[in-house]
Structure formats: C-alpha cells, structure tokens
C-alpha cells in the first residue's frame, strides 16, 4: 500500500508559508506503521491540480490533498478534483445551516462567499471537520482512496488523526519498518559514518541527517538480524558515548527537559548572544516551571554591568566575564545551577573576538566549567548552534554531577 500527499498553494511554493502539514503527516503516518511514499507541492492553478492528482493516482492506493478548501476565489481544489473525477458537487443544506448558526453564534452573517464550502462531490463522505467550517471529504475512486482537507495546521491535523490514522488502520496492513534512532553531538557525519562503516552490518538499512552540530542516524532493525541490530547498537554505545545525545528521535530542549526534571535541579540562565533563544526552547518542556528560576537577557554591556553591580567590569575578557555573570545568576535566583553564554553572531564583529566565537560558563558553586567554540554559518546558523551548544553542554555537566 502506498500513500502520497499533494500540498496545494501558491503561497508555500513563494516561501510565505513553511509546509509543516508535510512533517506532520509524515511523522504520524510513520508513529502509526505507515509510511509516505510521494509528496507534490503545486500552485493554486487548476491544470496543475489535475495532473498532480491523476501522476500521484498512478502508484498510490491512499491520496491525501492539504489546503485550498477555503470561501475565496483563489480556492479550487474541491472543485477541480470533483471535475477531474467527473462528480458533481451537490449542496449539502446541513453543513450549510451549521456553518450559519457558527457565524451567528459569533454576532455575525455568514458571507455568501462561505457557501461553496457546504459543496460536497457527489457519492463522496463528509468527514468532520472540529476545528474549522470547511469539511473533509473522501472519495471512494475503485478502491483508491483521496482524503482532501484544509490547510491550516490547527485543522489538517486533527483530520489526520480522527480521520486518516482509524481508516488505515482498518483496511491496510502496517509498514514493516521498525527505525531505532541514536542522535549524535559533536561529529561531523561524515567522519561518524566512516567509523560506523567499519561495523556496520550488511544489508542495514541506515540513514543521517546533519542539522545544527546535531547528527540524527536512523536505521531500520527488520533490515537485519535481532542479533546484529543488537550488536550493532552495542557498538555505537561503546565507540561513542561520549558524544551520544540520545537513543530517541527528541529534540535536545526535550533530552534537557527531561534530565532537569529527572534531577529537580533548579536551573537559571544568563544569555547575551542567543537573546533568550535557550529559555525559549526549555520552556516548551511542560511542568519545566518547577526547575526553571529564571533567565537575564544581558545584551549590551549597560545590562551587564546592572546585573554584576560592578565597578571593575573588565568587558573585554569574556572567559572572565563569562564566570562573573554566572556566579551573579546563582546569587540571584539560588539555582543550584547556572549557565553563561557569550558570543559574535555577526556579521561584523563587535569585540576582539571573530564572529562565530561563543563562550559558555555553567557552574554550581563548587564546581565551573568554562568552555569556548568557534560556530559556523550566517547570524541565524550561529544563533542556532549556539543554543545546540549550550544545551548540550548543560547536559555533560549535568550528567558529570552523578
């Protein structure tokens, strides 16, 4: 059984809009035994529908459509499919007095503008749609199926779930697939892939994806024997533990939720290059607050000086002034641990130091790490990798506690 995804709208092939219904679909159909096999995305043009449509029905059993179900003119989608399959699109009074009764509920008429949304292709099944007014709708074309709904996230997703996930799982057999991740710091993939090749069984079916100073290996266990997936696990433990971030397909703020909680450290921050950026990403760990004090945005070095309350600031030596900020967040908050970071994002250097340098101090009153690297790529890369690099630092220190 194979499935594709066609995303419709002009407005992500432009960049005014991230596909994340893509990564979305994906990683649910893949956490459900389900694997996507093709993906289209084309403009709001009714030519351009049509023939997606009918390339992606070719080879795939289970088709899904994303945006283009909206009141305004640009969206075609409902119709231009119900066109191609020569089905008429029949007014679905129901719908329609829903959608009226929601805009009334709100002190409000409904456009007339709001009414091709109540169309629905005839024989087709209205799937409910709990977050928006425009249904989902499949289609039964001799045992291939199209799903076609919204575009918007907040409402895409939930059909995926409600709708999708229980009528594959009903009627097709799952993926055989059974991917085991391990995701790597401070490797470079392809030096890491050369020594994994050294032991890595034959037939594995293994693949990487370098972002940000993080290296995501995954491989597919049923590639090869329980025996070698074992051994070969076992053998990535020893050659790199150090440098293991985790044995789960996790974002590093969720590794470093995790360990926080695990440890019911409390934890304060003090940023000047990232702005904020890591208390961002821990924040998105849920029940975080219990380990989380605080954080200092110290930009300038006018802020620096309020937070030292310090005459004698010599700004110029960061390793230096890494350690006092650091020492003045564990007095601030009472964290039992604290994190520095300082650095050049560019792209024209302010200081002595060139751009992409960063030092990061963490210290728990008894015992300080200060440590500096040099980060590659534009402002936002270095911004990025900053935070990667500070996190995972945060981790060693935390783990080297225990």
Known sequence: MKIGFLTIGTEI????????????????????????????????????????LKFLLQDCDVVITSGGLGPTEDDITKETIA??????????????????????ARGLIMPDTNVKQAYIPASSEKLLNTQGTAPGIKINLDNKFIF????????????????????????????????????????????????????????????Y???????????????VSNEQADMFLQNISEKFDDDILSYENITVEKVLGNLISDSKLKISFVESITGGLISSLLVKNPGISKYFIGSDIVYTNESKHLL????????????????????????????????TILGEAGPISSSQY???????????????????????????????RAANKAQWELIKFIKNLY
């Open 209 to 223: 994806l370098a972002s940000k100073g993080i290296i995501k290996l995954r491989f597919d266990k049923n590639s």
């Open 308 to 339: 030292l309350n310090d005459e004698n600031i010599n700004f110029d030596d960061w390793e230096e002034l890494t350690y006092n900020l650091t020492e003045s967040s564990l007095n601030k908050y009472k964290s039992n641990v604290a994190l």
């Open 13 to 52: 092939l432009l960049g005014d809009t991230v596909n994340t219904n893509l990564t979305n679909l994906g990683k649910r159909l893949n956490d459900n035994g389900f694997k996507l096999e093709k993906e289209l995305t084309i403009p709001d043009h009714k030519e351009e529908i049509d023939q997606a």
């Open 83 to 104: 066109e191609s399959l020569s089905l008429d699109l029949e007014l679905d009074e129901d719908h329609l007095e829903w959608m009226k009764e929601r805009w009334k």
């Open 354 to 384: 060139p751009v992409g340098t960063i030092f990061i101090c963490i210290s728990n009153g008894e015992k300080t790490v200060i440590s500096d690297h040099k980060m590659n790529g534009n402002r936002a890369e270095i911004l990025e």
């Open 148 to 207: 076609i709904f919204p575009g918007p996230p907040r409402e895409f997703i939930p059909l995926i779930e409600d709708e999708l996930i229980p009528f594959l799982n009903e009627n097709y057999e799952k993926d055989n697939t059974d991917y085991q991740f391990v995701m790597f710091f401070n490797q470079a993939e392809s030096s890491l892939a050369a020594e994994i090749d050294k032991f890595k069984p034959e037939g594995l079916d293994i693949a």
